[in-house]
């Protein structure tokens, strides 16, 4: 692999495996808790063979899982969307998760929850999955170089369209990424930071693992979701922090004209928190500096994050661990 394609790959997702290198990981894998290194699913499981599955990304601030509730809700949608019962209520999908946290003594932290269809055989009828995988994985957050918030980040309109949502819907969080990585290899050959999908009409959908949104006249535009976009936690926050800065928060249909010239451009997702955007197709965005709107985004953003208290990992500490 190229150099700077590998350095494009390393702030593109948080890398928890790196960032826990040494020292015994526990991941939950079906009813137990395992050191990273015996943690293992079959090669007949059909989230490997098929990509039949649907996951979550979740951060955990200062000992408290963030948004939780919102991440459980979207999971189930995704389970319900392609007809997988997960084995688990939402309150034992609640526990296992904060056990996971809690068992190794994490305070800022990222969770993967994976849940695909289970073994089955070489054909892809998920009937022959019997019992559906659990994976819980949390571990030390990597995060993105707060440098990136600084300067900004360049990004690209990618050639490779977003899946239509009557093919495969976006809304549903599904270990079927390779549209994304499709694009996400055109920013990396490009040198660039992101790429930006639309669908094939030429509307914008998002990034490849972040909502869009920009600012324009006092307003946060973002996409409607039922283009295929996936409905991010995070852009349902900042729509509703929007206000506290006195903006409005709007749906609308924008189109590569609207990125180019709109006046600040941002990304939001939960391993990116808001990224602002300063470049398009080699088009500057604003001055070419993150705006002055979307680091109040981000400062408000961050400040309700480290605020938000629902769901402790350590309910007897006043501080947690880690
Ligand atoms: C395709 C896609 N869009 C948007 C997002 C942002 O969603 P969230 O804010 O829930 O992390 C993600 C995050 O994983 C994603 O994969």
Not at 110 to 120: C, N
Not at 216 to 221: A, H, I, N, S, V
Not at 223 to 252: D, W
């Given at each position: 692999m190229k150099?700077?394609?590998?350095e494009n790959?390393?702030h ?6 790196e960032?826990?290198?040494n020292?015994t ?6 009813g137990t808790?395992l ?5 293992k ?8 063979l098929?990509?039949?599955?649907i996951f ?6 200062k000992g408290?899982?963030f948004?939780?509730k919102?991440?459980?809700n979207r999971?189930?949608a995704?389970a ?7 084995p688990?209520?939402?309150?034992e999908?609640e ?9 190794n ?5 990222y ?5 695909s269809?289970?073994?089955?055989d070489?054909g892809i ?7 559906p995988t659990?994976m ?7 995060l ?6 600084k ?19 976006g ?10 990585i499709?694009a996400?290899?055109?920013?990396i050959?490009?040198?660039?930071d ?9 509307y914008?959908v998002?990034?490849?693992?972040e909502?869009?949104?920009v600012v ?10 039922y ?9 349902g926050v ?5 206000a506290?800065?006195?903006f409005?928060?709007?749906e609308?249909?924008l189109?590569?004209y ?5 006046s600040e451009?941002f990304?939001?997702g939960t ?21 002055q709107t ?6 408000t953003?961050?400040?309700?994050a480290?605020?938000y208290?629902?769901?402790p ?6 501080v947690?661990?880690?």
């Amino acid at each position: 692999m190229k150099e700077n394609m590998k350095e494009n790959m390393n702030h593109v997702s948080p890398n928890p495996s790196e960032a826990n290198k040494n020292s015994t990981l526990l991941v939950y894998v079906n009813g137990t808790w395992l050191p990273k290194q015996e943690a293992k699913v079959s090669i007949w499981d059909h989230g490997f063979l098929y990509g039949d599955g649907i996951f979550e990304g979740i951060r955990v601030y200062k000992g408290y899982v963030f948004k939780l509730k919102e991440h459980l809700n979207r999971l189930y949608a995704s389970a319900a969307a392609i007809d997988l019962t997960i084995p688990h209520s939402p309150d034992e999908m609640e526990d296992l998760i904060i056990e996971t946290v809690r068992k190794n003594g994490l305070k800022e932290s990222y969770i993967r929850l994976v849940i695909s269809r289970g073994a089955g055989d070489l054909g892809i009828d998920p009937r022959k999955c019997k019992e559906p995988t659990v994976m819980i994985l949390a571990d030390k957050i990597n995060l993105y170089p707060e440098e990136l918030y600084k300067t900004g980040i360049k990004v690209m309109i990618a050639s490779t369209r977003r899946n239509p949502p009557d093919s495969l819907n976006g809304r549903i969080k599904s270990l079927n990424y390779l549209n994304n990585i499709l694009a996400k290899l055109e920013h990396i050959r490009a040198g660039l930071d992101e790429a930006i999908m639309l669908n094939h009409e030429g509307y914008v959908v998002e990034g490849t693992a972040e909502n869009v949104f920009v600012v324009k006249d006092r307003k946060l535009l973002t996409p409607p979701c039922y283009l295929g976009a996936l409905e991010g936690i995070t852009r349902g926050v900042v729509m509703g922090l929007a206000a506290e800065i006195g903006f409005r928060a709007e749906e609308a249909l924008l189109n590569s004209y609207d990125l180019y010239t709109c006046s600040e451009l941002f990304l939001t997702g939960t391993g990116a928190e808001i990224i602002p955007v300063v470049e398009v197709d080699g088009r500057k965005i604003g001055n070419g500096a993150p705006g002055q709107t979307t680091l109040q985004i981000l400062k408000t953003y961050r400040d309700y994050a480290a605020r938000y208290q629902e769901t402790p990992v350590y309910p007897d500490k006043k501080v947690g661990v880690g």
